[in-house]
């Protein structure tokens, strides 16, 4: 299996431009999840899916944030306008099972946004 | 929701020597605790994990302890060496699926 991946893995864009990162989970995962790594605030986590429905959104940090998983084998981040202080990486990750089942998360190599 | 605080945030050891990285989590509902990796430029990896129902588990030179009833857990590196560099996060798993992360610590292995 190829992991999960991500596209863009970097992309510089101005201030107020759309940004739209995408991910693929691994085959057969249930879960999906959206982090955002800085410095400053570490990991944090943004938003995630169980079974293609979004379960937890309090991550998002405004409503210029949002995600989408219209199947099992695709997912979006969208930043629209985008600004400075959303420069970080985007780690996409997901899991085999939620609830109790295993919770290794499998990582993406991450998308690395810088917005001037 | 679920607070995980990690101490300390860096830590330098010789070669050799042992490595201990501490959490604690607030959330008493939590039962899943994993250890992540992350190398310079790379993606976070599992390196070990344990659940509730354990105190502790050994792999090879690290091992994780888990005291729920202090909501403290620790890893233990030993016989550090340089590949051993790098950021560690530790996590926690409460309702749901959801894993908080803590802050990091960056580990330095000097020759």
């Known amino acids: 299996d190829a992991g999960v991946i991500q596209s863009p893995r970097h992309e510089v864009t101005e201030m107020g431009q759309e940004v739209t990162l995408r991910c693929k989970p691994i085959?057969?995962?249930?879960?999906l999840f959206w982090y955002r790594q800085t410095m400053m605030r570490g990991l944090e986590l943004l938003i995630y899916f169980n079974n293609n429905v979004p379960i937890d959104d309090s991550g998002m940090p405004e409503d210029r944030f949002s995600a989408k998983m219209p199947n099992a084998s695709f997912s979006t981040l969208k930043i629209q306008p985008s600004e400075p202080r959303d420069s970080a990486v985007y780690f996409c990750a997901s899991s085999p099972g939620g609830g109790g089942a295993s919770g290794e998360l499998f990582f993406g190599e991450g998308s690395r946004l810088t917005v001037l | 929701g679920e607070n995980v605080e990690q101490h300390p945030s860096t830590l330098s050891v010789q070669e050799g020597d042992s490595a201990v990285i501490k959490c604690t989590y607030s959330d008493s509902a939590s039962n899943y605790f994993p250890w992540y990796k992350q190398e310079l430029g790379k993606r976070p990896q599992l390196i070990i994990d344990i659940r509730s129902n354990v105190g502790e588990k050994k792999d090879q030179r690290i091992a994780v302890t888990l005291n729920k009833t202090a909501k403290h857990f620790s890893l233990h590196i030993t016989e550090t060496q340089p590949e051993d560099s790098a950021v560690y996060f530790c996590?926690?798993?409460?309702?749901?699926?959801?894993?908080?992360f803590g802050t990091g610590t960056q580990l330095k292995v000097e020759l």
């Open positions: 085959s057969g995962h249930n879960s």
């Open positions: 996590a926690a798993r409460g309702g749901g699926n959801k894993l908080t």
